[in-house]
Each structure stands twice: as C-alpha cells, then as structure tokens.
C-alpha cells in the first residue's frame, strides 16, 4: 500500500486561454490519482468546510480517503496561480495556507505499515512528523517547492535527509543549493541523504541520479498543453506507484518510473486541473509506453 501525505486544493489557474477557479488540486490530489493506477493509494491531509462534497466523491472513487480530515471551522489551501504564453513559467497570485497551518496529521491504524510513503510537496516540518507514524516504510520519496524553500529550507534539509529519494524540479532545485547546473544539484541531493534524486525539467524531460550515474529522459511530446499545474506531482505520484511493483530498485526500475512519471504528467497537461487524468484507463498508459519506447528506440 502507498500513502501520500500533501495538499489537497482548491486551485484557481489562469491561463491567457482560459481560467479554471477554485477547482480540485493539491499536491496530494495529483500525486495519488495519478500513484492509483498502478498501487491501491490512500491519502492524508486535510481540506476546509468550504471544500465541494463531489471532490470528496470523486477522490473515494479513486483512492482511500480514512486518512482526510474535514475541517468544520478553517477554509481549503486555496492556491492562485497565472501562467503567461510560454507555458512552463508559472506566477504565484496567492498562496492561502488555511487548514493547513495548524495541521497535527494523524493517520488511521490501517496506514501504519505503508511500505510506500510519498510526501507530496508540503510543509516539510509536517512531512517529518508524519514520517514518525508509520511503523518501517520499505520506500519513502518527498518532493518541495520554491515556497518551502524560501520559507524553511533548513526543514527542507532534515527533510531530505529523511527519505530515499527525491523529485524536484529545475528552479526550485537550483534555488535551493543556489547553483546554476543541474548535475551539480542532482548530485548535492544525494549528498543530503537520499539513494537517487530525479530533477524534472518541464517540457525538456527529466534527469536521475543513481548510483554515481545520470541517466537523462525526453518528456513525452504534448502538442496541445492546457495546463500545467500537478505535472509534477502526476509525475512523483506514477513514479513511486510503477516502483512499489517492482521487486527492486536499480537503474532499470528508477529509468522505467521515470518514464512513467513523464507518462502521466504528459496526460495531466492535457487538460485543466485533474480533467484529464481522471478520464485515463490502464490502456491509455500502455498505449503511451509503447509509443514512448518507439519514440526512444534507434
Ligand atoms: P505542481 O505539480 O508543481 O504543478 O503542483 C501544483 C499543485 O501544488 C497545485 O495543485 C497547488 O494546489 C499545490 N501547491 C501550490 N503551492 C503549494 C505549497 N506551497 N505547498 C503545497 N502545495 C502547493
């Protein structure tokens, strides 16, 4: 079983296209939809009174929701987001913490044993503290974002220390070791602790570091990008999921996650919000595989 700890959102995303206001996202959210076509996925965070009972529906289809609480008195993390013509750049309006500032995760008994836990981009002084709940996780891989850095890298570090990989993206890894090279900020991820870090590129793919090795990956082609908001998180959410299948983890698997996190954060773009990875089906991601291995293979 995995578990994943993070946001779950009310998101309003403005586009020059189109804007999408206070719709279903979070870290969490993208991360799990995403982890629960390939592993039975529950999730722990907390959203406010204000949060739409056909969310909660649409998340209980998908995922085990025991481990959410429902807030009577704070509103839902609510984050406002613009992005301009180029579509990888991406402006913060408004990040309004709500529930999520006084937060103490509990986790039902049922999730103790995880043996996969993914810590979705959240406070990371949280994400320590729920790391302490579970009994001996066999995998444990967090990501973060410019927010947490900017506002408690020091946790950031002791957070990183704690799990056994990471998945970052370019900016925000560069922000965090205020360096200009990816190579260099894959390389002073592992420093900190864990076994493989995997830094996220957008449109210009990804990059692992294992083992002493960087292994590069194109991201899947998308002609017709709606929105890129949860890519990254639909890309840490396959990532750990397609790995919690595997019976171990060396390059071979790490490569193949990676390809699977592009897979679902290629659909994600597709569409705004979590529109389209929620209408996707087991077929659709082996389509894409053996289209993206065809795509690959000289
Ligand atoms: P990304 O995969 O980076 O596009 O993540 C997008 C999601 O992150 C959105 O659905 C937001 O609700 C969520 N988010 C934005 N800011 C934060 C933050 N500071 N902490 C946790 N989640 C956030």
Known sequence: MLTVFG??????????????????????????????????????????????????ELLKNRVDIRGLTISQIGKTFHYDSSFGYDLSKRTTNKTELNVISNYQSTIPEEYVDSEYVYLANNDPLQNLNVLKLFSKPKLIICDTM????????????????????????????????????????????????????????????SLLFYDDEFYPLPAYPIEIIRDPTGAGDSFGGAFIGYLSQQEKLDSKSLKNAMMHGNIMGSFAIE??????????????????????????SF
């Not at 900020?185 to 995997?198: D, E, H, K, N, Q």
């Not at 705004?272 to 894409?288: F, P, T, V």
């Open 271 to 296: 569409d705004y919000g979590i529109e389209k990875l929620i209408n996707i089906n087991a077929d659709d991601i082996k389509n894409r595989y053996e289209k993206y291995k065809e795509i690959l």
């Open 7 to 56: 946001t779950i959102a009310l998101d309003t995303t403005r586009t020059p296209f189109h804007t999408v206001e206070r719709t279903l996202g979070g870290t969490a959210t993208f991360a799990s939809i995403s982890a629960s076509n390939y592993v039975s996925t529950s999730i722990v965070g907390i959203v406010g009174h204000d949060f739409p009972a056909s969310y909660l």
């Open 146 to 205: 410019d927010f947490w850095i900017m506002n408690g890298r020091d946790e950031v570090i002791k957070m990183i220390n704690k799990v056994d990989g990471i998945i970052l993206n370019e900016s925000e890894a560069k922000l965090l070791f205020k360096e200009s090279d990816i190579f260099t900020c894959a390389r002073l991820l592992s420093s900190i602790g864990p076994t493989f870090a995997v830094i996220n590129k957008g449109g210009n793919g």
